[in-house]
């Protein structure tokens, strides 16, 4: 037939061919997944072999690597820096302004290491045995690695997005916030605002190689220090003294560490026990449900339980003390005249922290001992991030279908940074790989004399926090 005598398209043809055309248009290239694993491992291994222990703190390296790798991808990205050698990276990906930013959040600094309690070098990132060892695996530069790859897939995508995509690579979290945090928060809020952040503080929880339940940080316990200062009569050794100020400090001190605060619950620990109760064996089921029950001496028991058995889960409905440092004497055969206690103190977001400081003399009860606090790096008090907000929904979508498992919120009885953004309102979230629960024991978590993760979980969840990223901000 003649292009003279050819059938016009009808109408629906035309609409359906324009829409085929448009799904077409609107597709993201398929990922090789293969090959994104491989560039994983490469990124992952340069930044774990950059030694950023804080203190000193020196995340120049680490940070000037990223800058590079995201330039070259054409991210836009910027460096903000209130000390020498200690960077911040932000990095943005704009969409269409539709919805709030959505901020992905790494430290690239790690705490110190003694190297000769390690098997392999701390800054080798050796593979074996499909593991990876080294200072930093699952503190933080697994999260670093996961952004990273995050911002590079839907950057190479082409993927439509309803809100910005920021990474924040951040200096100081160990222990120097004022470099890093603190410094974007306070002076370069602009750079990171968002809707929701995603950071560390959460992970999938393996027992004997099968996953037990997801946890996604959503609350944190808030840091402070309390010093105990005995003073007494000082004198000769040979003659023992009732005012020893050592004496009288650690009879302070056993008093102290056998209090019981009150429990506290809030929407996260209430709903964590409650989920963690549904997975459980009955007998720890039945413990689950009597912390979060009406019957206060069952509950009590069941927090000293946990107290022996899993400490974790006792600090994490209580505010908590441990005395971590006795300084006191010089000398052998002299009895000092002061002696002091240093105490971890970990107060439940809310708790009034000059009636805590209180509640702590009437247990000490003693005239001979000053009850103050210390100076440390104080996170502020903050409510716990929304269960029902979308991004929660995408965390628990992800998770089911890539562990095939139930999320449970947590309360970290840590800090991390994100106490500082959830203070200026924003909605943050704490993820991460799977870790296995016996590895702690062994000496292989976050902060031992060792540090690995399996390879395949560091995979698993690169792919899992692009999917979750892609599903909260791709446009609709």
């Not at 839907?154 to 470099?179: M, N, P, Q, Y």
């Not at 009569?233 to 004496?247: D, E, F, K, M, W």
């Not at 991004?391 to 279908?401: C, H, I, T």
């Not at 562990?403 to 203070?423: C, E, F, I, K, N």
Request: charged share 25%.
């Amino acid at each position: 037939m003649s292009n003279n005598h050819r059938r016009p398209l009808s109408f629906p043809l035309v609409l359906a061919f324009v829409a085929g055309t448009v799904t077409l248009i609107a597709q993201a290239p398929a990922i090789d997944w293969s090959r994104v694993e491989t560039e994983s491992m490469e990124h992952f291994q340069a930044v774990l072999r950059f030694d950023t222990s804080d203190p000193p703190g020196n995340e120049r390296p680490a940070a000037e690597y990223l800058k590079q790798v995201l330039e070259r991808e054409g991210i836009a990205t910027k460096v903000f820096e209130l000390e020498p050698n200690r960077l911040n990276v932000v990095a943005r990906l704009k969409g269409n302004g539709k919805k709030r930013p959505l901020l992905l959040m790494g430290h690239t600094d790690v705490v110190n290491v003694d190297p000769a309690k390690w098997t392999f070098p701390p800054f080798s990132a050796t593979r074996n045995g499909g593991y990876v060892y080294g200072r930093g695996t699952v503190d933080d530069k697994d999260n670093v690695t996961a952004a990273l790859m995050t911002m590079l897939l839907l950057k190479r995508s082409g993927v439509a997005l309803d809100r910005d995509v920021i990474f924040l690579a951040e200096a100081g979290e160990e222990g120097s916030t004022r470099v890093g945090i603190q410094f974007m928060a306070q002076q370069h809020f602009d750079e990171i605002d968002a809707e929701y952040c995603l950071a560390e503080g959460g992970s999938v929880l393996r027992s004997e190689g099968r996953v037990r339940y997801a946890a996604v940080e959503t609350a944190e316990k808030i840091p402070h220090g309390i010093m105990l200062t005995a003073t007494g009569t000082a004198g000769h050794g040979s003659v023992p003294l009732q005012t020893n100020s050592i004496l009288t400090l650690a009879k302070a001190v056993q008093r102290v560490a056998e209090w019981k605060p009150p429990i506290q619950l809030n929407d996260t620990t209430r709903t964590y026990f409650t989920r963690l109760s549904a997975i459980s064996q009955p007998a720890d089921a039945a413990r689950y449900r009597a912390v979060i029950g009406n019957d206060p001496k069952a509950a009590q028991d069941a927090v000293d339980y946990f107290a022996k058995a899993t400490p974790t889960l006792a600090s994490s409905v209580r505010s908590s003390i441990s005395p971590n440092i006795i300084q006191g004497g010089y000398r052998i055969n002299v009895i000092p005249s002061e002696a002091k206690a240093s105490l971890d103190v970990r107060l439940i977001s809310g708790q009034d922290p000059e009636a805590f400081l209180n509640e702590v003399r009437k247990v000490v009860n003693d005239p001979a001992i000053r009850v103050e606090w210390i100076p440390r790096d104080v996170r502020p008090a903050t409510p716990s991030a929304r269960l029902d907000s979308e991004a929660f929904k995408v965390l628990e979508s992800a998770f089911a279908r890539h562990y095939d498992t139930a999320v449970l919120p947590t309360m970290s009885t840590g800090a991390t940074d994100m106490a500082y953004l959830r203070a200026r309102g924003m909605q943050c979230y704490g993820v991460g790989p799977a870790v296995d629960t016996e590895d702690g024991p062994k000496g292989f978590g976050a902060h031992s004399d060792q540090e690995r993760i399996l390879e395949s979980e560091l995979h698993k969840f690169v792919r899992f926090h692009y999917e979750v990223v892609r599903d909260l901000a791709r446009a609709q």
